[in-house]
């Protein structure tokens, strides 16, 4: 057998081994069953490292000081610090819902993090009813009387950037075959529920938000990339669980593969772009929670750092962000493609 041919089969056996973990562990868009949590913390499902790798077929491995716990497989890399929210998978920042948590001397994750973050992107093919990909909405963040954004000194408005990136972006992906419809294509006020709506509207299978950055600091640069927050965990940004934590929106359904499309989009822009890799992250934004496709959120970088600032306002830059975006939608689409046709 020739090494490609070895691989292929090597594939081949792992996919029908995994297939049947999915079908046994498949459990649709409601959440996640508990019966899957070996101990509670912190009034939390959690699971064991050990028997999650088991569930992958992956290798685990826990340090001497028991402060870090490594799944790996050939191509595969999964980093989990304890008390800590940030994974690294292959070196790329991923933020779980809860920390993982020393217990008795076994590292734990949480069970929605599991099945939440940890399956879509290491074993989308478990999930049933794979998305096609065809029509793709992009929506540029503000617009209208919404400016978003300002950096007074380069005169440059965040509602002008994400428009402009918006039709690079539809260009380049027209470019790949597909079907693509801007949420506006003028400067004009967008409420942010009918976002979403316009969307459903055109039954898109992507919806890509397209956003830059502010803050106080001058310091802070870099990417991320957002999608939905999954029911049952905070989102990035807090780490208490409130009320609405609890409840269940329409774009909770698309879970698996918002996940994966928003990872693979981040992490080609930080291939591509460089610079700091701010991570992918979840927040529960206005303009998806009524999202019926994947979909996912892009803050491409901070008006406010001067050197960043003065990138995104260059042509080339944006060429550049509106490739990766790209290139990262076809590796989503290739996955797609791969899990539907065996
Ligand atoms: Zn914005």
């Given at each position: 057998?020739?090494?490609?041919?070895?691989?292929?089969?090597?594939?081949?056996?792992?996919?029908?081994?995994?297939?049947?973990?999915?079908?046994?562990?498949?459990?649709?868009?409601?959440?996640?069953?508990?019966?899957?949590?070996?101990?509670?913390?912190?009034?939390?499902?959690?699971?064991?490292?050990?028997?999650?790798?088991?569930?992958?077929?992956?290798?685990?491995?826990l340090s001497k000081d028991m402060k870090e716990g490594i799944l790996s497989s050939r191509w595969t890399k999964?980093?989990?610090?304890?008390?800590?929210?940030?994974?690294?998978?292959?070196?790329?920042?991923?933020?779980?819902?809860?920390?993982?948590?020393?217990?008795?001397?076994?590292?734990?994750?949480?069970?929605?993090?599991?099945?939440?973050?940890?399956?879509?992107?290491?074993?989308?093919?478990?999930?049933?009813?794979?998305?096609?990909?065809?029509?793709?909405?992009?929506?540029?963040?503000?617009?209208?009387?919404?400016?978003g954004c300002i950096n007074k000194n380069l005169g440059m408005i965040e509602k002008d950037m994400t428009l402009?990136?918006?039709?690079?972006?539809?260009?380049?992906l027209e470019s790949r075959g597909y079907r693509v419809f801007l949420t506006r294509d003028s400067d004009r006020?967008?409420?942010?529920?009918?976002?979403?709506?316009?969307?459903?509207?055109?039954?898109?299978?992507?919806?890509?938000?397209?956003?830059?950055?502010?803050?106080?600091?001058?310091?802070?640069?870099?990417?991320?990339?957002?999608?939905?927050?999954?029911?049952?965990?905070?989102?990035?940004?807090?780490?208490?669980?409130?009320?609405?934590?609890?409840?269940?929106?329409?774009?909770?359904?698309?879970?698996?593969?918002?996940?994966?499309?928003?990872?693979?989009?981040?992490?080609?822009?930080?291939?591509?772009?460089?610079?700091?890799?701010?991570?992918?992250?979840?927040?529960?934004?206005?303009?998806?929670?009524?999202?019926?496709?994947?979909?996912?959120?892009?803050?491409?970088?901070?008006?406010?750092?001067?050197?960043?600032?003065?990138?995104?306002?260059?042509?080339?830059?944006?060429?550049?962000?509106?490739?990766?975006?790209?290139?990262?939608?076809?590796?989503?689409?290739?996955?797609?493609?791969?899990?539907?046709?065996?």
């Open positions: 057998m020739d090494t490609t041919f070895r691989q292929l089969v090597m594939l081949r056996s792992w996919f029908l081994i995994l297939t049947l973990i999915g079908l046994s562990a498949s459990q649709g868009w409601s959440d996640p069953p508990l019966a899957s949590a070996d101990v509670t913390l912190f009034k939390t499902p959690y699971i064991n490292l050990g028997k999650v790798s088991g569930q992958l077929g992956m290798k685990y491995q999964v980093r989990f610090k304890k008390d800590s929210r940030l994974l690294l998978l292959n070196n790329y920042k991923v933020y779980l819902g809860y920390a993982v948590a020393l217990y008795r001397g076994k590292l734990y994750i949480s069970t929605y993090d599991y099945h939440k973050t940890i399956k879509p992107l290491l074993t989308p093919q478990v999930f049933t009813s794979v998305p096609k990909l065809k029509t793709i909405v992009i929506d540029p963040g503000h617009g209208g009387k919404n400016p402009d990136l918006a039709k690079r972006l539809k260009r380049l006020t967008v409420e942010n529920q009918n976002r979403a709506l316009f969307a459903n509207h055109v039954k898109a299978d992507l919806f890509v938000c397209l956003h830059f950055n502010s803050v106080e600091s001058r310091s802070v640069k870099g990417i991320e990339t957002y999608t939905f927050t999954p029911q049952n965990q905070p989102s990035t940004a807090r780490s208490r669980l409130i009320e609405e934590d609890r409840k269940l929106f329409p774009a909770n359904r698309d879970n698996p593969w918002s996940t994966l499309a928003g990872f693979y989009v981040q992490r080609q822009l930080i291939k591509t772009m460089g610079g700091v890799d701010r991570g992918f992250k979840r927040a529960r934004f206005s303009m998806m929670i009524d999202l019926q496709c994947p979909g996912f959120l892009v803050e491409g970088g901070f008006f406010s750092h001067y050197e960043e600032g003065r990138k995104i306002k260059t042509i080339n830059h944006r060429v550049r962000l509106s490739e990766a975006i790209t290139n990262g939608i076809v590796t989503y689409h290739k996955t797609l493609n791969r899990i539907a046709n065996p």
